[in-house]
Nanobody, 122 residues
Framework: QVQLVESGGGLVQPGGSLRLSCAAS????????MGWYRQAPGKQRELVAA???????NYADSVKGRFTISRDNAKNTVYLQMNILQPEDTAVYYC????????????????WGQGTQVTVSS
C-alpha cells in the first residue's frame, strides 16, 4: 500500500501563486507515474498535470504555462507550482500515484490522497 498526503492548499487572490506538495510513504517502490487531479463542485475530476518516473510531464491545456509539476525522488514527494491562479482553478486538488509508467486516465492511478482545497477569490 501507498499513502499520499497533500499539503499547501488555501485561499489566494487571482493572479497569486500556491505550491502544493504530496508526500508518499509505504510501498513507494511500486510507484511509477504521479499526477495531480482536481475536482470542482458539480464537475468531474480532471487531470491537471502528470509526471513519469523519468521526469516526462504533461499538462491540461488550461494550465499550460502557469503550472509546473516536479518530483523529488529522494524525498518521495511531488510538487505542483501554481502561478497566475484564476477563479476557475478553484477546486479540491488530489495527488495520485500509479504503478503504470504512463497512465492514460484516472482509472489507471492506484493510490489517491485525501485532497486539499484551493480557492481563488478576491
Amino acid at each position: 500500500q501507498v499513502q499520499l498526503v497533500e499539503s499547501g492548499g488555501g485561499l489566494v487572490q487571482p493572479g497569486g501563486s500556491l505550491r502544493l506538495s504530496c508526500a508518499a510513504s509505504g510501498s513507494i517502490f511500486s510507484i511509477n507515474a504521479m499526477g495531480w487531479y482536481r475536482q470542482a463542485p458539480g464537475k468531474q475530476r480532471e487531470l491537471v498535470a502528470a509526471i513519469t518516473s523519468g521526469g516526462s510531464t504533461n499538462y491540461a491545456d488550461s494550465v499550460k504555462g502557469r503550472f509546473t509539476i516536479s518530483r523529488d525522488n529522494a524525498k518521495n514527494t511531488v510538487y505542483l507550482q501554481m502561478n497566475i491562479l484564476q477563479p476557475e482553478d478553484t477546486a479540491v486538488y488530489y495527488c495520485a500515484a500509479s504503478r503504470a509508467g504512463t497512465p492514460r486516465n484516472k482509472l489507471e492511478y492506484d493510490y489517491w490522497g485525501q485532497g486539499t482545497q484551493v480557492t481563488v477569490s478576491s
